[in-house]
């Protein structure tokens, strides 16, 4: 048995010992504490300046929103200071906003965090602003929330910029999409946006273009021409071109296309957008064309004196100027009640101008047989409805049918058919109704001018005087025709179609207007024929002598001829009064511009009339920068009937008689040109 002092002996020391080693190890804890805490003191401060450097605005809040710190971007934003006031987030949400808010807040505690939520808040002074909010839960070591914390972005002035812009696309959708010109957009020339006046112009949809290549809309004459252009503008030597092209339609007809094309490049200058305006100039064109037929049919009648020579030229003018299929003349034969083709284009004719299978079509037979007897034209959208219709080497779904009347008889047929349905409309109608005038008109006159041959050559005492009178009486009948009627058919003819087109908008006043204007045609037209019976009259010595303002005539001719607008015609505000015939003067002047008018063909264009005071004479001058005209023709233009125009623009009479005026003055004309460059026509009147 062990003794109990020498037990309690040994226990006293283990505890000695045991306390020794506990106090070793409190004092080794106590250090350790020490350190954790300086560390955490030095990572407490650390932590704060960060917290309170942090650009964008830190609130940690507890679960009842109550928010116990806060950052001093966040005090900034807010105007709140929870070192010296409380603040609750609830009570700073915006009243309509609430709703979603709280919503946001079940979607934290659900997921225990949410990111981009996105709100409007109030100031301190009530100030809406609206904010972006990454937010967190933040958990003890048992795993219950105890806080939430969030990062707020000032987002205010982001959004008025967003709905600055939002509303600035839209008002730029709005302006693409209601302009009348048509716009495409496209990448390597392939469609990726287009406006509605470019879908309506082609028929297609906007899912229809997307992707489509240009070129594809477009018709082959183009191509070369518009890709020329594009490779120079990725090769950087333009950044815009325009280009006239025909576009397809989705139900196979096409619109003339006047098309400006520009660069869109990116910072490195390459190309990466082409930007396309598309205007359509198909009517535009058509009535232009319309007009010039008018005038080429009416220049092309000069000196054509019988129905056969005026139906080629009415067949072939029509339809190579208005792109008709065909185009075919119809004489009446009153005796045996039949209609003869004398003339043709197209199909119908080969290549010696004679009609193939010449067809007689009894009065009543079909359209043309119908409009030979009630004198009436006709405007066929569709012949498969129309009873009337005649096949005759193959079935076409439009035709234009009108009748020549003279005297009140029907004495031919002009008469044209094209495949498609609508091909033909109102203006065609309208045109060829004056067409049918003007050889109504011609052929009334060649028959007044047959009569009074007869009638004089019958006077055997008036014979000498025919023979000295008859050629410059026909000179200046071609004067006359040339540059008085021709623009008198064409303004009467625009007249007409201006009050048809505008009836149901015209006011009396307007109407009046119009009735005032048609005065003045026929004043006009009584005029002329004042003025060829003038004609007759060749002795110079008799000739009218008066003051002419040569500036009052410049003046006069403007009112008269049509000067486009890419046309300047200037000259000197100090122009002569001269000592002639107002009327020969002023023929003279109006000639020449008018060629100059005709052939310039410059952007850019210019006629300058000048003059120079001599000893003896007056010298002028009229200059155009037009197409110019070769030296070795330099003689020729002024000869009678000679033209350098083969398209039969120019009669070749208009030159001639210039010539002999100027030498009724005894002065003298000569040209100076040179080709691509520009004329001057210099002219000499005598004191």
Known sequence: MKDPIQTLKLALQNEKKAR???????????????EVKEALQKK??????????????????DIMGNVIKMNDAAVKLFGYD??????????????????????SFAKLIEDGSFENYEARVYTKTKEVKWVQINSSLIYNEEGRIIAAQGIVRDITQSKKDTTIFDEQQEQLAAIVD???????????RNIIKTNQAFQKFTQYSEEELLGVPVENLSYQEAHEESQMYYDQMVAGEIDRYDLTERYKRKDGTYFLSETNVTAIRDSSGAVKYQLAFVQDVTEKHKRHLMLSTLNNLTRSFIGKLNIHDIAWEIANVIARDLEFEDCVV??????????EQIAGYGAKVDENKEIIDKIFIPFGRGIVGNIAETGKAALIHDTSKDERYVVDDKRRYSEITVPIIVDGNVIGVIDSENSAKSFFTKEHLRLLKNVADLVSIQLTNAANLERTIEAESQNKELLDNLQRSNKELHDFAHIVSHDLKSPLRSINALISWFQEDYEEVLDDNATETFDKLN???EQMDALIDGILRYSSVSDKNIITVQNVGIKDILEDIQTILYIPDHIKFVYPENLPVIQADKTRIKQVFQNLISNAINYVDKKDGKIEVTFEEQEKFWKFSVEDNGVGIAKNYHDKIFKIFQTLNEKGKSTGIGLSIVKKIIELYNGEIYVESEENIGTKFFFTIRK
């Open 519 to 521: 005065n003045k045609l």
């Open 44 to 61: 407490t401060i650390e932590f704060d300046g960060v917290f309170q450097n942090i650009l964008d605005s830190f609130v940690l809040m």
């Open 330 to 339: 119809y004489l009446v034969n009153n005796e045996n009640k039949v209609l």
């Open 20 to 34: 020794e080693k506990a106090e070793a190890l409190l004092l080794h804890r106590t250090s350790e504490l020490l």
């Open 82 to 103: 929870i070192k010296k006031e409380d603040l609750n987030v609830v009570n700073i949400i915006y009243k309509e906003d609430f709703e979603y808010a709280m919503n």
């Open 178 to 188: 209601n302009s009348l010109a048509g716009i495409v957009l496209a990448e390597d």
